[in-house]
Each structure stands twice: as C-alpha cells, then as structure tokens.
C-alpha cells in the first residue's frame, strides 16, 4: 500500500516567516497526492493536489507545493505565514490497493506565533 | 459545494453501549469512508464503502461495522463501545468519475468520549 512520511511532527515559526512542511511518499508508478488543513474543531479541508503536469501546485491561502519524483517528497511550502496558519496539516496519497481511500500521514502541527 | 453533515458534534457513552455515528452527504457520492483521527497517528481508515449496500474493511476495522442502506447515508456502528475508541471519527464522501485524483470531502467530525 502507499504510504506517506511527514518528516515533522510540530513546526513552531514567526509571523511572516516562510515555512516547509516536509512530505515523503513510497514510490508507485503514477501517484496522485494532496495536502489538507485542519483548523482547531473543523474537518480536513483541502489545499491542494497534484495529480499531473507542471511539478509546482498552487493551492488556497498562498500555499504551493512542490512535486519531486526522484525525491519522492510533495513538500509544502508558504512564503510568508501568518497566525490565522496555525493548523494541522496532513499529506496525503491515493491507494489504490483499498480503492478511492486515501492514506495520511500523521500530520505537521504549524503554530505561528507573533 | 459539497456538503458532508456528521449529525452530532460531541458525544458521550458509556462502555459496552451500542452507538452509532451517523454521516449524510448531498453529492451523490458513490464512495463513503470513516476514518478515526488521534493525536499522533494521523487518520486510520476504519471502513469504506463503494456503493449502497456495499463495505469493505479498512486499516482498523475490528470492534466497528457500517451500514449503507442508502446512497448519501454511511453509518459507523459501535456495537459495544470501549474506552479504546474514545476519538475523532471523520466521515468522508467522494465521487468516482474522476477516479483516484478525486479529492476526499470530509464532513466536521465527532469528537467520541467512552467513559
């Protein structure tokens, strides 16, 4: 099954600072990947996804993230934070082995301070 | 807008009762999935279903079952709860016509305490 690996389990960063939320997936011949945000007592909203085509996606709130195949990483990034940020945050990758699931990883907790 | 509505936001029981977690969407979804969320696991898939009457186990079904009697409603059943499902149980909805890029759509959650 494909999984995924977030390399950081909590990311503490200032106000306006950039920041990277590091995502590693197991390799597969065609994968389709996302990132979602989860707001403190809210569901997973989605941020982005690549599914093909040009390796830099472009999702809502001034998030991008970057496809590297050889790399296997789809990390997240923002150029400048700001408090409304602070959020979990949960790669993720389409499995085909359990049909239209997907499997997360365990999350990046951003909080931003000021 | 796609609109997933978990029917309760907190709910408390008590060990061994029989509760059950209810999930409506109002896409047409043909896929519907249940997930619970901890703190440091991330989200484990518990069961998912691909079409009315149709389930499949996912990663941690044991002590869960679902029932899908209709299209736009998927129901997570505890026949006897236990505190080790104390959680966050995510309800999800997805259509099929875009395969596997198609985005999960998830539902507010319900926050679970067994006592």
């Known amino acids: 099954a494909q999984s995924v690996t977030q390399l950081d389990s909590q990311v503490p960063v200032f106000e306006e600072a950039p920041v990277e939320l590091r995502c590693n997936y197991s390799?597969?011949?065609?994968?389709?990947l996302f990132w979602y945000v989860q707001y403190p007592n809210q569901g997973l909203q989605l941020l982005l996804k690549y599914l093909s085509g040009s390796t830099l996606v472009k999702g809502i709130n001034g998030f991008e993230a970057e496809f590297n195949k050889s790399q296997t990483s789809f990390h997240l990034r923002k150029p400048s934070v700001h408090i409304s940020d602070t959020a979990e945050y949960f790669c993720?990758?389409?499995?085909?082995?359990?049909?239209?699931?997907?499997?997360f990883g365990k999350g990046t907790s951003l909080l931003v301070t000021p | 807008d796609v609109k997933v509505t978990q029917s309760s936001r907190y709910l408390v029981k008590r060990t061994g009762e029989k509760v059950f977690l209810e999930c409506v969407q109002d896409m047409d979804h043909e896929n519907m999935f249940w997930y619970r969320q901890d703190p440091g696991l991330g989200l484990r898939l518990i069961y998912f279903s691909y079409d009315v009457k149709m389930k499949e186990k996912g990663d941690i079904p044991e002590g869960y079952s679902v029932s899908r009697e209709k299209k736009e409603r998927f129901s997570l059943i505890l026949e006897s709860a236990s505190t080790n499902q104390t959680s966050m149980y995510l309800c999800a909805s997805k259509g099929v016509r875009q395969g596997l890029s198609s985005p999960l759509h998830f539902g507010n959650g319900t926050r679970l305490t067994v006592t």
């Open positions: 993720a990758v389409s499995d085909l082995s359990s049909g239209y699931a997907l499997n």
């Open positions: 390799s597969s011949v065609s994968v389709y």
